[in-house]
């Protein structure tokens, strides 16, 4: 019995040290695979963050300023690179962020050309799309406020240096006082005048007051606006025809038994709501019924290219998008999502996709866009999380990319759209060309099964599914993998990403 039990902890060892070194191995590079580095940073790029220039005007060059450098950090610029953290090995329930350089995706002389294509083209777009109500209009101190009229934008949740804020009032007065309200978002101030009084700084209402005209101007080129949250209606659930209002769209390549168990479990909660589906399988199946539309593309046309299709087709004011190895159960309720759209302006809401493990994942992500040097293309941060609750809507939150089982109104992703290049695999993609214009939410409470993917060590592949897993996983060197790192450098002007 003493023997045995040696055996046993000598057999545990073993396993756990073969399984550390199968880790190690599967987490060191390939040899000739272009990777990014841990810490990249912009060539020729600044080493540190810009920050704006607080230089006052000649008139208040003898103002002294104590400035808040927690404020002004606020208002970083061209701080944009990108790090992975989490080290070499890729543990159980570590919190990783992973850093992907796309510009590696091009050879050196390649890159230099490609680089001022691309600006050449994004100068471009801007001098298509720009307009006369896109410049910065200071409107003249006829109030006495001076104040910016058009041309100040700020991205969701980020800060900016309020340009063109002065009084121009009469002299020898006791005090002077400007009031600040905002409805979206706070004001602050990047640095203090002494001689000035500040009330609410930090908040959505701020008093600007002192007894000098000067002292005042200078605290006034100092202030920050920081948007904080969306606008958001709400009210009551009300029952809804799901037939009418929504379709539900996929794309199917060689997997028609799972397509086929799809299609059974809608019907058994939604028996007359339309199904479209796009299949750019080698040899279709005919997949026929009542309410099913079944559109045939070239041989492994693509992804998004399906997406496309399928969305060109729905009649509907909603388009519910689906993989083709979803199973619908009692808890998929469509209603939940329809009513969040009703009654609110977001344009897209995802659900919940529950493994067979019992495990469930909304896959709320977080989209920002750093901006980089000149010339040198942005930062793209990828982060789990979400903004804020979607007050009146328990379980639901508002946040910038959901997992890939979603409602959305269909007029708003026909004008995002589906880019065709993306042919293998995409998914943040998507939500990235809608970043700024996609109002995102996620309900976790709505949930839809996922078909298992376990297969049994005695039962051996067919052709279809060989077939499926080489367009499906391509690996690291794929053309596909080169050209979608190609596609986000040239077409997002994105010089690298973070993921977590």
């Known amino acids: 019995m003493r023997l045995g039990r040696r055996t046993l ?88 962020v992973r850093a992907t350089d796309f510009t590696k995706a091009f050879d050196p002389k390649e890159l230099k050309a490609a680089s001022a294509t691309r600006e050449q083209e994004f100068q471009s777009f801007l001098s298509r799309s720009l307009s006369s109500a896109d410049q910065l209009l200071i409107a003249p101190a006829n109030c006495p406020l001076q104040y910016p009229l058009q041309g100040v934008e700020v991205q969701p949740l980020k800060s900016i240096l ?84 929504v379709t539900i769209a996929t794309k199917t390549f060689l997997r028609y038994d799972r397509l086929r168990t799809l299609i059974t479990s809608i019907r058994r909660f939604y028996p007359t709501v339309t199904i479209v589906i796009a299949d750019d399988s080698e040899k279709p199946e005919r ?40 199973v619908f159960t009692a808890r998929t309720r469509l209603e939940k999502l329809v009513d969040v759209l009703e009654r609110t302006s977001l344009d897209l809401v995802g659900g919940a996709v529950r493994e067979i493990s019992g495990y469930a994942t909304t896959y709320r992500q977080l989209l920002s866009v750093e901006p980089g ?12 999380g979400f903004h804020q609750e979607l007050l009146g809507f328990r379980d639901c939150v508002v946040t910038d990319g959901v997992v890939n089982f979603f409602l959305a109104r269909t ?21 990235l060309d809608g970043l700024g214009s996609l109002r995102v939410g996620s309900c976790s409470d709505v949930i839809v099964d996922h078909a298992s993917k376990v297969k049994l060590p005695w039962v051996s592949r067919d052709a279809s599914a060989e077939t499926y ?29 973070t993921a977590e």
């Open 9 to 96: 902890c000598a057999l545990v060892l073993l396993l756990a040290c073969t399984s550390l070194g199968l880790l190690y191995v599967s987490t060191r590079d390939t040899t000739g695979l272009r990777t990014p580095p841990s810490l990249w940073a912009p060539p020729q790029g600044p080493s540190r963050p810009q920050l704006p220039d607080l230089a006052p005007e000649p008139r208040y060059a003898h103002i002294p300023v104590r400035f808040k450098e927690q404020v002004v950090r606020l208002l970083a610029q061209n701080n944009c690179s990108c790090e992975s953290s989490g080290g070499l090995l890729s543990l159980p329930f570590q919190r990783q």
């Open 162 to 245: 309020v340009p063109g804020l002065s009084l121009q009032a009469a002299s020898g007065q006791e005090l002077y006082q400007v009031n600040l309200t905002a409805s979206l978002g706070t004001w602050d101030v990047a640095g203090e005048v002494a001689g000035v009084t500040l009330t609410g700084d930090g908040q959505p209402d701020l008093t600007i007051s002192s007894p000098g005209l000067d002292l005042l101007n200078r605290q006034l080129q100092l202030v920050i606006y920081s948007s904080r949250s969306y606008e958001i209606n709400t009210a009551d659930t009300e029952q809804y025809n799901i037939s009418a209002l």
């Open 287 to 326: 997949v026929r019924g009542p309410h099913i539309e079944h559109y045939l593309m070239p041989f492994g046309k693509g992804w998004f290219a399906g997406r496309n299709l399928a969305v060109s087709q729905v009649t509907t004011k909603y388009v519910l998008w689906v993989d083709d190895d979803f």
């Open 373 to 384: 040097a000149p010339g040198q293309g942005n930062c793209l941060r990828q982060r789990r």
């Open 411 to 431: 007029d708003k992703v026909r004008e995002v759209g589906f880019d065709p290049r993306y042919s293998r695999v995409a998914h943040l993609e998507f939500f």
């Open 469 to 497: 897993a080489r367009f499906r996983y391509p690996d690291s060197l794929d053309a596909s993998q080169v050209a979608r790192h190609r596609l986000l450098f040239f077409k997002n002007r994105l010089q690298c990403m």
